[in-house]
């Protein structure tokens, strides 16, 4: 197997596993450990890492200017401490695989966004598979009596999360940041974590380190390590595979979320779970692939009517 090959299966294993327990691990992670702090270590240690790592391998050519920082920071505000922090948050009361099933429908967030702020159109295959995964997110929150936002604070900090991080996605495209895209997401993580660092110790001055578990240790080192491998590996593929076969991943991550978060983290399956799931994995595939799906199945009927 040539070493590019193996590269790319090991780079598409990561992404789909990491980024499938991510969520996981975040509820593990804060069990004991106040959000903030889970937040800003796990990014101050990723950013060290990623911008370290190009230091070392001699890419950090050209330091960021002020203009790029600044989007960094905004970027960053929006993406890992308004998507990531809140999300984190979230998941002291929600349950894991929840969150990421809600989150599954992201795509179609930053549809709406490249809409309203980019111009850009959404094709009526694409807007059905939004209104189709909006409802696959309907039916996880139903109880079968109203909608479970009235229960849960956190399930609304989980689409406020979403809301962001979609917005972050779209200014990404309009915002002016490093070239190299490593060291822009390092400066990213490297300031969020500053950030997060100091919110988290105005709002708890003297963490309880005696009274942190071993797993939500264990949950805190898997997101720092394995996360910044995992986006290494997301860069790779992003120079070397074409973008509709990356957002596969899309589809992978909230099965093993699910398995996860029900069979290993005991956690209770949501009363229409076996309808919100489907609804949101068809939403998905109209938003990425419906298109090309489309183009396929005109191109086998003009082939028939020969």
């Not at 509820?27 to 450990?33: G, P």
């Not at 890419?59 to 308004?82: D, S």
């Amino acid at each position: 197997m040539k070493k590019e090959t193996l590269m790319t299966l090991l780079s598409y294993l990561t992404i789909y596993i990491v980024w499938g327990s991510t969520y996981f691990f975040i509820k593990m992670a804060v069990e004991t450990i106040p959000p903030f702090y889970v937040v800003g270590l796990r990014w101050l240690f990723g950013g060290a890492i990623l911008l370290g790592y190009r230091w070392l391998t001699g890419h950090l050519r050209q330091w960021p200017t002020r203009q790029e920082i600044i989007a960094a920071l905004i970027l960053g505000g929006l993406l890992l401490i308004g998507g990531n922090g809140l999300i984190t948050v979230a998941e002291q009361k929600v349950d894991s695989y929840l969150v990421a099933l809600i989150l599954a429908s992201t795509p179609m967030t930053i549809a709406v966004y490249d809409r309203l702020l980019l111009k850009k159109p959404i094709p009526w295959v694409k807007m059905a598979g939004v209104f189709i995964g909006v409802l696959g997110v309907a039916a996880l929150l139903y109880n079968g009596e109203s909608v479970q936002t009235s229960l849960h604070f956190e399930i609304i900090l989980v689409l406020a999360g979403m809301a962001l991080w979609g917005l972050g996605t779209s200014l990404g495209h309009t915002l002016k940041t490093h070239p190299d895209s490593f060291v822009s997401s390092g400066i990213q993580m490297l300031l969020v974590g500053l950030v997060s660092m100091a919110w988290a110790y105005w709002e708890t001055p003297n963490p309880n380190l005696s009274g942190i578990s071993a797993a939500s240790w264990f949950g805190l080192a898997y997101l720092a390590v394995f996360g910044s491998v995992a986006f290494c590996a997301y860069n790779y593929l992003l120079m070397h595979e074409p973008a509709i076969r990356i957002s596969s991943y899309a589809f992978v991550n909230p099965m093993i979320a699910v398995l996860l978060g029900l069979f290993v983290g005991s956690e209770q399956a949501v009363k229409y779970l076996w309808l919100g799931l489907p609804l949101i994995l068809v939403g998905l595939v109209l938003m990425l692939y419906g298109e090309a799906l489309l183009q396929l199945f005109k191109k086998n009927e003009c082939g028939v009517s020969k």
